[in-house]
């Protein structure tokens, strides 16, 4: 563990790397994913939500959901109505995205729109935090109908300012008003084994493994299991069983909700070089508990 | 020198991730190594601080002879994180971890330095939008060196109940060990909810889930929520939570230890108050600690800090950290199958009546082929195959192109934040293809520091 001894208070980069000493990569935001759809270890989208002085947004779209208390006349309309709009662009910069492709019934074509994720979308407003920005919403009912409302950006990370306004330091914290206590997590499943179970949750799988124990079979392509099987000690080449394979939802040869919620530790395995840990001779085996018919 | 003031305070980590486990063990420090450059990231015992949580002291400082994530009776050791107090003596000074020693210089005991850790769980609140679910830790400032419980209070709990979020503890400075720091030490991974039915006190299934009954059904709602169609502000995706079986999803109202928020630190001097915070949060183990996901938290940080663009100081180490995190990602995952009928070939269909159809051209998507194309390119960055894959990337705006060439563009199989394709952060992008530019001019680049004490 390499002690580090000084760092520069202009260096930000080096303090957002910075782990600490006696702390492992996994305590580090660096191995937490952060496509989140809801994510693992927070969901991250909650962070943009308070983005806009006055306004609150969905994490996940570019509806508005609220306006702060204090919030001016204009900005009281996006909610006082009952009518629900979308921010579409900020200082000039689309917030949504076209979809596009073939429709199911050809040759008709896919028309729709996207909201893009706030990290990606908002990368070019974050520079002028502490500034106003020109926001246009839509109303959902009527489409021709556009409020445009100068906002506020608040800065990402916490800072002080002076009485101009302007940041005399910064550090890299995420600004205390972003998000409270709970506010990261709060979109995640409850309880959060829900979402080692949930169907099409493989897009995290270096920290939430999907294919373990691969390796070529007879027929030159790759056989492994399914990190979620019960029993993997097959002889032969290796089967992955999805959660579908007998054509119902909660395929009982899979670890069920049940066993996640009650005994998670046990029948989660560590995935190290590809393969399942070895198990210690003390070590029971997994625990195969009822499987809940409702799941 | 001898130091008069302190002018600044910071806590660094100013992130730090803790993850659940039962031991009471805390997980041992370990590091990467990357002995192949195509092979599995090496997990290396590294020097670990082994505390007296009696006196909150520091007994010693070494390597473990392994890298165990388990303790002799299974259980995962959870990742319990120290948050160091950082200062800034004078003005444009250094920052320096703070001491025993400094606090002396300044007249001042360890007592002087207050801490206070305020969590939340706001599950079940996110969900019915009723205050009194949050569920809140709040230790107030304090400053001695016990084991300090961070219990969840709710106002929906059953009396006298609450759920333990961990603890915290002050590190006790000492002369081998005077730095000031904090530990945080995550809960078990714990399910929690409310009293069984008449059914559910029959099963023993039930009686095994739930750590301790401690929801109020009479003054709480979570128990039955339903995430409606109709309301457009439900969790995406919406009903993920424990519940009875599908129509209607309704909650069984259930909850967990997983928790974020606020640690604090405060210092009072002759003249001011210090004050400083970092985030904390309490989530999941990663179940392959030997590689990282292709896009993080921290490539969102590092973004939000510095911006798209690189202004030419694009490095290889960087380079080859995000291709190495998606070779990781991928070897994990069943490409075959995703590639048809489930994951983002499915949503496609079902999100947007897309045509149902594969994503890549099922002969060519076999895992072990897919793996092979991602060695290749991080073996030889300075061919051509940079280019190729820096052409292929995702720009952040093309999510919703679902044409044949839009779903395969990179990285693919993937869901991103907004729900449709994966695309990495405009700077990951950015630093792509600054470096296929550079190699394709046939310039070097900087090889970079390996990113310190971290990846």
């Not at chain 1, 179970?197 to 070529?216: G, L, M, T």
């Not at chain 2, 994990?332 to 594969?358: E, F």
Request: glycine share 6%; hydrophobic share 35%; proline share 7%.
């Amino acid at each position: 563990m390499k002690k580090a001894s000084s760092i520069e208070p202009k260096n930000l980069t080096a303090q957002l790397h910075y782990r600490g000493e006696g702390n492992p990569p996994s305590s580090h935001p660096s191995t937490a994913v952060s496509n989140c759809y809801p994510g693992l270890e927070m969901d991250f989208r909650n962070v943009w939500k308070h983005i806009f002085e006055g306004i609150v947004l969905l994490e996940y779209s570019n509806l508005v959901t609220g306006v702060e208390p204090g919030a001016d006349e204009k900005i009281q309309r996006l909610v006082s109505s009952g009518i629900q709009y979308e921010l579409i662009s900020a200082d000039g910069i689309p917030m949504t995205a076209p979809v596009t492709g073939p429709f199911r019934h050809s040759p008709e074509k896919i028309h729709d729109t996207i909201s893009l994720e706030w990290s990606n979308a908002l990368a070019e407003i974050l520079p002028k935090a502490g500034q106003f920005v020109l926001c246009k919403f839509q109303n959902n009912n009527n489409l021709r109908e556009i409020l445009s409302i100068d906002l506020k950006v608040r800065h990402f990370f916490d800072v002080d300012l002076n009485r101009n306004g302007k940041v005399v330091s910064q550090r890299v914290v995420i600004a205390r008003e972003l998000a409270g206590p709970g506010d990261l997590t709060q979109s995640l499943c409850s309880p959060w084994q829900n979402d080692y179970r949930e169907c099409d949750c493989f897009y995290w799988a270096a920290s939430r493994p999907d294919f373990v124990n691969v390796e070529p079979g007879k027929d030159g392509k790759s056989k492994g299991n399914n990190w979620m099987q019960k029993d993997r000690t097959e002889s032969g080449d290796k089967k992955y069983i999805s959660d579908a394979e007998d054509g119902i939802a909660g395929n009982p040869v899979l670890i069920s909700y049940q066993d996640l919620f009650a005994a998670w530790e046990e029948n989660l395995r560590f995935i190290i070089a590809g393969k399942d840990e070895p198990l210690k001779k003390s070590v029971k085996k997994v625990k195969v508990l009822k499987k809940k018919k409702s799941k | 020198m001898a130091i008069h003031d302190i002018h600044e305070i910071r806590i660094l980590p100013a992130f730090a991730i803790a993850r659940l486990g039962s031991s009471p063990e805390p997980m041992d420090n370990y590091d990467w190594s990357v002995p192949d450059p195509v092979g599995y990231r090496r997990l290396v015992p590294a020097e670990t601080f082994y505390i007296d949580s009696n006196t909150g002291k520091i007994l010693s400082r070494k390597k473990p002879d392994e890298v165990r994530f388990r303790d002799s009776k299974n259980r995962i050791r959870p990742i319990s994180p120290f948050l160091e107090a950082w200062a800034c003596f004078k003005k444009n000074g250094p920052l320096v971890p703070l001491t025993q020693k400094h606090l002396n210089e300044l007249n001042l005991r360890a007592s002087a330095v207050k801490w206070r850790v305020q969590l939340g769980n706001n599950k079940a609140f996110r969900r019915t939008k009723d205050p009194r679910d949050k569920i809140l830790a709040d230790t107030g400032f304090y400053s001695d060196f016990t084991k300090r419980l961070l219990l969840g209070r709710c106002d929906n709990f059953l009396k006298g109940k609450k759920i333990p979020f961990g603890f915290g503890q002050y590190i006790k400075p000492t002369p081998n060990f005077p730095e000031i720091r904090f530990r945080f030490t995550p809960a078990g991974g714990f399910v929690y909810g409310p009293p069984p039915t008449k059914d559910q006190e029959k099963s023993s299934t039930f009686r095994a889930v739930l750590k301790d009954i401690v929801y109020d059904t009479h003054l709480g709602h979570w128990k039955g929520y339903q995430d409606l169609d109709t309301d457009p502000t439900t969790t995406a995706p919406a009903s993920i939570f424990a519940n009875a079986g599908s129509d209607p999803v309704r909650s069984l109202g259930y909850l967990d230890d997983e928790c974020d928020g606020i640690l604090e630190l405060e210092l009072q001097l002759k003249t001011k108050k210090l004050k400083a915070f970092a985030r904390i949060i309490a989530g999941p183990p990663t179940f392959a600690p030997d590689g990282a996901p292709v896009r993080t938290v921290g490539d969102e940080l590092e973004q939000a800090l510095l911006g798209t663009l690189l202004n030419g100081k694009v490095n290889r180490a960087d380079i080859e950290n995000i291709l190495r995190r998606a070779m990781e990602t991928v070897r994990l995952m069943n490409s075959s199958l995703m590639n048809h009928s489930v994951g983002m070939a499915w949503a496609d269909s079902s999100q947007y009546g897309r045509a149902s159809q594969p994503i890549m051209d099922p002969n060519v998507v076999d895992n072990l082929a897919i793996v092979s194309r991602h060695e290749q390119v991080l073996l030889a960055l300075e061919s051509g195959s940079l280019a190729w894959f820096s052409r292929l990337l995702r720009h952040y705006n093309e999510v919703g192109d679902l044409t044949d060439e839009g779903r395969r563009k990179m990285p693919a199989l993937m869901r991103g934040a907004d729900g449709s394709h994966l695309a990495l952060t405009r700077r990951m992008v950015q630093k792509i293809q600054e470096a296929a530019d550079l190699f394709q001019q046939h310039k070097h680049i900087v090889p970079g520091k390996k990113p310190k004490n971290n990846q």
